[in-house]
């Protein structure tokens, strides 16, 4: 199930088994966020991911998106590092305006 080709990019989206999950973390197969930098992409098996979500709540850490003419939210509250075994599709790229809100809502969140 696992992709063979050239490392992630930041900015790309992929189609990631997010299963097994817990409690409240985001579940399925669904589209998800590269958002590790692509130094990171290139030399590790792992990418740190933001999933992507047609439902739920507009929060300030969700930012709104449209990917593939469906609205929906990065979940950014939600990041997880998922081996490369769970990346299953490369769907597209973000929006470049999306990718530097998604960046924006990181760099709040982990900066005091």
């Given at each position: 199930?696992?992709?063979?080709h050239?490392?992630?990019?930041?900015?790309?989206?992929?189609?990631?088994?997010?299963?097994?999950?817990?409690?409240?973390?985001?579940?399925?197969?669904?589209?998800?966020?590269?958002?590790?930098?692509?130094?990171?992409?290139?030399?590790?098996?792992?990418?740190?991911?933001?999933?992507?979500s047609?439902?739920?709540?507009?929060?300030?850490?969700?930012?709104?998106?449209?990917?593939?003419?469906?609205?929906?939210?990065?979940?950014?509250?939600q990041?997880?590092?998922a081996?490369?075994?769970?990346?299953?599709?490369?769907?597209g790229?973000?929006?470049?305006?999306?990718?530097?809100?998604?960046?924006?809502?990181?760099?709040?969140?982990?900066?005091?």
């Amino acid at each position: 199930m696992a992709i063979e080709h050239a490392s992630p990019t930041r900015g790309d989206v992929y189609l990631i088994d997010l299963d097994p999950t817990r409690g409240s973390e985001i579940r399925k197969t669904r589209p998800c966020l590269v958002v590790s930098p692509d130094e990171l992409n290139q030399h590790l098996r792992t990418v740190i991911v933001a999933p992507m979500s047609t439902g739920g709540q507009a929060y300030p850490w969700r930012v709104r998106c449209r990917f593939r003419d469906r609205s929906g939210f990065v979940a950014v509250d939600q990041l997880r590092t998922a081996d490369s075994e769970r990346l299953v599709k490369r769907l597209g790229r973000i929006s470049p305006g999306t990718l530097t809100a998604v960046l924006a809502v990181l760099q709040e969140m982990f900066t005091p």
